[in-house]
């Protein structure tokens, strides 16, 4: 099975900063648009950032002037440098695949990371 393998989250203060890596592992080829996500307990999983394979670069309106994502396409790896945190950021944050070949067939549905904690507070 494909797994999505995501590293870097921890605890700062705010205004600290954190750099998230994201990286698959199994058989997986020919990403399309990777992304991260981010949910906290009793709430809907949202939009952080995304960024297609062509370099093309979306984000949230609450994130657009203090992250930025980024990739490595030889080696299917995102990367979400995250400046100025605030403490609303504290989240689970979810690395995600959308477009992809499997290796036999194209798929177009999602792929998800397990998470990996950001803890934002004084």
């Known amino acids: 099975q494909v797994r999505l393998v995501e590293s870097g989250g921890g605890a700062v203060q705010p205004g600290g900063s954190l750099r998230l890596s994201c990286a698959p592992s199994?058989?997986?080829?020919?990403?399309?648009?990777m992304g991260w996500y981010r949910q906290t307990p009793g709430k809907e999983r949202e939009l952080v950032a995304t960024?297609?394979?062509?370099?093309?670069?979306n984000y949230a309106d609450s994130v657009k002037d203090r992250f930025t994502i980024s990739r490595i396409n030889a080696e299917n790896t995102v990367y979400l440098q995250m400046n100025d945190l605030k403490p609303d950021d504290t989240a689970v944050y979810y690395c995600n695949v959308e477009g992809y070949y499997t290796g036999t067939h194209y798929r177009t549905d999602a792929i998800w990371g397990q998470g990996t904690q950001v803890t934002v507070s004084s």
């Open positions: 199994g058989r997986i080829f020919s990403i399309n648009i």
């Open positions: 960024i297609t394979s062509g370099g093309s670069t």
